[in-house]
C-alpha cells in the first residue's frame, strides 16, 4: 500500500537551530515528491516538487533533497516566520496525490 | 501572482442539506482536484477533474458528492446531502499538467450540524 510517513510529528527549535525532517515513503510509480507549508486554517503553499533521486532544490532557508526511499527538508538558521506544518506528499502516476501526517514545526525567538 | 480562490471561507449547514463548495482555478490550468482536510488529520485526495469529465476518484468520493465546471472559470464540488461526517476544510487545487504541480486554494470550512 502506498504510503507517506513524515516524522518528527512536532519539533520545536530555537530561532537560529538548524535542522532537517524527514519524509520516507513507499509509492508505485513515483512521479514527483511535493513539500508543501501550510499555516493554520489555510490552504497548502507549494514549496518544491522534486522528480529523482540525487536531486536538490533551495529556498531562503530551506533545501528539499531525495532518494529513492525518502526525502528530507532542511531548515538552516530558521526565524519565528519559518513556523508553520510541512506537509510532504507523492504523486502517483494514475494522477492521485498522497499526503503526509505533516510536522508541526515551531520556532522560538 | 495568479492563485487559486474558494468561495465561501466558512459555511455551517445542518444534517442533510446539501451545499455547494465553489473554486476558480489558476486561468491556464487544466486540472482540477478536490481535497478535503478533518481537523488534526492529514490532506485526503478525493477527486481529480480534466476535459470535463473525472480521470480519478477515491473511496471517500461516493454518490453523495459531484462536480461540475458550469463555465470557463468555476469548478464546484456538491455535496447531496450532508453528514455530520462531513465536517472538514475542503480545499481546491489545479495544475496546467498533471505531471506539475499542484497549487491549492485556500479552503472552504464546512460545518455540518
Known amino acids: 500500500e502506498d504510503q507517506v510517513t513524515q516524522s518528527p510529528e512536532a519539533l520545536r527549535l530555537q530561532e537560529g537551530e538548524s535542522s532537517s525532517l524527514n519524509c520516507s515513503y513507499t509509492?508505485?510509480?513515483?512521479?514527483?515528491l511535493f513539500w508543501y507549508r501550510q499555516d493554520p486554517g489555510k490552504g497548502p503553499e507549494f514549496l518544491f516538487t522534486?522528480?529523482?533521486a540525487g536531486e536538490e532544490k533551495e529556498k531562503e532557508r530551506l533545501k528539499a533533497t531525495l532518494t529513492k526511499k525518502e526525502s528530507f527538508l532542511h531548515i538552516t538558521a530558521p526565524k519565528p516566520e519559518d513556523s508553520a506544518t510541512y506537509l510532504c506528499?507523492?504523486?502517483?502516476?494514475?494522477?492521485?496525490?498522497?499526503f503526509g501526517k505533516g510536522t508541526r514545526l515551531h520556532i522560538l525567538p | 501572482e495568479p492563485e487559486v480562490t474558494q468561495t465561501p471561507s466558512h459555511q455551517v449547514t445542518q444534517m442533510g442539506q446539501e451545499v455547494i463548495l465553489r473554486c476558480v482555478p489558476i486561468?491556464?490550468?487544466?486540472?482540477f482536484y478536490w481535497y478535503r482536510q478533518i481537523l488534526g488529520q492529514k490532506v485526503e485526495f478525493l477527486v481529480s477533474?480534466?476535459?470535463?469529465?473525472?480521470?480519478?476518484k477515491s473511496e471517500i468520493f461516493d454518490d453523495q458528492f459531484s462536480v461540475e465546471r458550469p463555465d470557463g472559470s468555476n469548478f464546484t464540488l456538491k455535496i447531496r446531502s450532508t453528514k455530520l461526517e462531513d465536517s472538514a476544510m475542503y480545499f481546491c487545487?489545479?495544475?496546467?499538467?498533471?505531471?506539475?504541480?499542484?497549487?491549492f486554494g485556500p479552503g472552504t470550512r464546512l460545518l455540518v450540524l
Open positions: 522534486l522528480y529523482s
Open positions: 487545487a489545479s495544475t496546467r499538467d498533471s505531471q506539475e504541480t499542484q497549487y
Open positions: 506528499a507523492v504523486g502517483r502516476r494514475d494522477d492521485k496525490i498522497i
Open positions: 509509492v508505485s510509480g513515483l512521479r514527483g
Open positions: 477533474f480534466y476535459n470535463n469529465e473525472i480521470s480519478e
Open positions: 486561468s491556464n490550468h487544466l486540472y
